[in-house]
T-cell receptor
Framework: EAQVTQNPRYLITVTGKKLTVTCSQN?????MSWYRQDPGLGLRQIYY???????DKGDVPEGYKVSRKEKRNFPLILESPSPNQTSLYFC?????????????FGPGTRLTVT | AQSVTQLDSQVPVFEEAPVELRCNYS??????LFWYVQYPNQGLQLLLK??????LVKGINGFEAEFNKSQTSFHLRKPSVHISDTAEYFC?????????????FGSGTRLQVQP
């Protein structure tokens, strides 16, 4: 089944403890992206990757890192999480092509930082 | 820069009634427009998209939307809703020249279908 998977689905952590949220897609998509969803704000892009080893900042990159060493994986790293990073995080991927702007979303990771 | 405004945060409606969820956007370039649906505790699922061509687009689950360039709107409609349509709906836009394909989302509209 074609899908985007994220792990973990739920995570409670403490301020300053490094964490990684994994994202993997099995559709051979070149483009991948991370969003965070907060009440009343919709989804906002954190980072994106056009292809392996090519990443760039989205609208809200502060406090996050990403890497893209393989086409299928795009982990999100919080090196020193803070309470304002408590949010619902979504990974997404998009097929290649000029008209392939639609994105396929993972199930989400709910992160709580205390 | 681009932005999306969803004019209603909540829309209550009775089962089998018609519904319209409103979306307005602003952008300095040509846009692609999308509607996504989010069921409780799930990710986002694409309902429909406008890339080019006919301004009336049909999506899954009986939904349709009309792109109106002069009014910069992309309202979502369904002629008869079901209880199972209860969910949050997001309008999103991306610029046709936006290499990073960032979707700019509205704040969402919660559709509540009552029996």
């Amino acid at each position: 089944e074609a899908q985007v998977t994220q792990n973990p689905r739920y995570l409670i952590t403490v301020t300053g403890k490094k964490l990684t949220v994994t994202c993997s897609q099995n559709m051979n998509h070149e483009y991948m992206s991370w969003y965070r969803q907060d009440p009343g704000l919709g989804l906002r892009q954190i980072y994106y990757s056009m292809n392996v080893e090519v990443t760039d900042k989205g609208d809200v990159p502060e406090g996050y890192k990403v890497s893209r060493k393989e086409k299928r994986n795009f982990p999100l790293i919080l090196e020193s999480p803070s309470p304002n990073q408590t949010s619902l995080y979504f990974c997404a991927s998009s097929p290649p092509g000029l008209l392939s702007y639609e994105q396929y979303f993972g199930p989400g990771t709910r992160l709580t930082v205390t | 820069a681009q932005s999306v405004t969803q004019l209603d945060s909540q829309v209550p409606v009775f089962e089998e009634a018609p519904v319209e969820l409103r979306c307005n956007y602003s952008s300095s370039v040509s846009v692609y427009l999308f509607w996504y649906v989010q069921y409780p505790n799930q990710g986002l699922q694409l309902l429909l998209k406008y890339l080019s061509g006919s301004t009336l687009v049909k999506g899954i689950n009986g939904f349709e939307a009309e792109f109106n360039k002069s009014q910069t709107s992309f309202h979502l409609r369904k002629p008869s809703v079901h209880i199972s349509d209860t969910a949050e709906y997001f309008c999103a836009v991306t610029g046709a020249l936006a290499g990073r394909r960032a979707l700019t989302f509205g704040s969402g509209t919660r559709l509540q279908v009552q029996p």
